[in-house]
């Protein structure tokens, strides 16, 4: 198989596991997109990633255009779907629609590895809220903004 043709299929399991810690966040993952597409320009991004104890998958949040899908694998963790907390194990399946505006994220709170296989677009002109921190934010632009400090469509133009 050829560049031209496709990407030959890789093994997962040959795909070095990547860290992620930053406090209460932290997991460790296999992205396997980018190891099969050999770089990060791509539509769907599939990862295979281990939410150890007492971690936090990423901060509470919802896609504006982008929609996300997880089916865990092993072990169990709490979903925390908007106001929910859900307990999401092993065989369990969510998809997060884009511009649904209810937030996400999971938190494992069990003593073992909960693993799961995530996918999701990656669109450049994604913008994403996380209500807990009152922050948008947008991936073209590479900035993050306070929303507290919203203003109207006219603010300023006069």
Not at 7 to 32: A, C, M, Q, V
Not at 35 to 40: P, S
Request: glycine share 8%.
């Amino acid at each position: 198989m050829t560049k031209e043709n496709g990407h030959p299929p890789i093994p997962t399991d040959s795909i070095p596991w990547e860290n992620f810690d930053r406090g209460k966040f932290g997991s460790r993952y296999r992205h396997l997109t980018a190891a099969a597409v050999g770089h990060q320009d791509y539509h769907v991004g599939v990862v295979i990633e281990e939410l150890p104890p007492g971690k936090q998958s990423c901060p509470f949040h919802f896609h504006m255009l982008e929609e996300e899908h997880i089916l865990v694998l092993e072990g169990e963790c709490t979903l925390r779907f908007g106001e929910e907390r859900l307990r999401f194990k092993a065989g369990d399946y969510v998809c997060f629609p884009a511009g649904q505006k209810i937030g996400h994220c999971m938190i494992n709170e069990t003593d073992k590895v909960c693993r799961y296989v995530l996918i999701g677009e990656n669109n450049k002109n994604e913008s994403c809220v996380y209500p807990d921190s009152n922050k948008v934010s947008n991936r073209w632009l590479d900035e993050r903004y306070d929303r507290s400090a919203q203003r109207g469509y006219w603010d300023g133009e006069e």
